[in-house]
């Protein structure tokens, strides 16, 4: 890989994009990672690649839901892997929620890889390969996930999950984070929390709100949960992507 200039206007999207080449030569990310990857980055030049007010809203609302959570899993798939595995392993170190990768092209042996790469930042317990639950209402492979993870998690967090797996985890009942630069993607419209944000500060972001909230009381915490208006914070990322940020600070 060739060497970045970190003075370059573009470092950090030429840095993310180094990642996942790596991943894919490491049999981490899929191809197809690449072109969602894409498409949110399209997404993130029209958001300037800044966090929005509202995106950090969604990010503090998230770390409360975590903070409340009895069972809190972190789901991971091949391109948050190759993206943010140091800040994945350190949300999961802070507030103790389990991560368990989970694949749209699922493979045993891209799994393992996945659990090695996590491993390498310092992970342990890494779930994924015993998946012996399914998620209802979604077709074979994708389906799979372990009973004592994403089965019986109370709080998910998933960065770039499809809208499919997303809508089921919901109707499980439980609290989805997602974390997408596409406020009208089926993930971001079916999630409970959708953060429109890139996840490589999206992840950072949460841990910052983690360290900040954690001596709030539990009505506070669940004050902040019930006060965050998802529909607002959709409205607010699709507004600013369609007519710019003239009036963003205004
Ligand atoms: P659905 O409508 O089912 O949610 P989708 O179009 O979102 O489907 P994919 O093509 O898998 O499904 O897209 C992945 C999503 O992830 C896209 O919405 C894209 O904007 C978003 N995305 C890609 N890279 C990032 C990133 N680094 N950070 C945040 N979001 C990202
Ligand atoms: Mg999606």
């Known amino acids: ?21 790596s991943g894919i030569k490491d049999g981490i990310t899929s191809q197809h990672g690449l072109i969602a990857h894409g498409r949110g980055e399209s997404f993130d030049y029209l958001l300037s690649e800044k966090t929005l007010p ?7 609302s998230a770390a409360s839901h975590l903070a409340l959570a009895k069972n809190p899993v972190i789901s991971v798939n091949g391109n948050t892997a190759a993206l943010v595995p140091a800040e994945i392993v350190e949300l999961s170190k802070l507030t103790g929620a389990s991560i368990e990768v989970n694949l749209f092209h699922r493979t045993e042996k891209r799994i393992n890889k996945i659990i090695s790469h996590l491993n390498s930042y310092g992970a342990t317990n890494v779930k994924g390969i015993s998946a012996t639950s399914t998620i209802p209402g979604i077709s074979h492979e994708r389906a799979k996930v372990t ?7 109370d709080v998910v967090i998933v960065p770039l999950e499809d809208g499919d797996r997303v809508g089921a985890f919901t109707s499980m ?4 984070v997602v974390i997408d630069l596409n406020p009208l993607s089926r993930s971001s419209q079916l999630a409970t929390v959708p953060i429109v944000d890139n996840v490589s500060r999206a992840i950072p972001n949460i841990i910052h709100h983690f360290k900040n909230i954690s001596n709030l009381s539990p009505e506070e915490l669940l004050t902040l949960t019930t006060t965050f208006n998802r529909d607002a914070t959709l409205e607010d990322a699709e507004r600013i992507i369609r007519n710019g940020f003239l009036d963003l600070y205004q």
């Open 173 to 176: 009942g439980k609290i989805v």
């Open 54 to 60: 509202s995106a950090n809203k969604a990010a503090k």
């Open 1 to 21: 890989m060739e060497t970045l200039p970190p003075d370059h206007p573009r470092y950090i999207s030429l840095l993310m994009r180094d990642r996942l080449i």
């Open 147 to 153: 009973e004592s993870g994403l089965y019986s998690a």
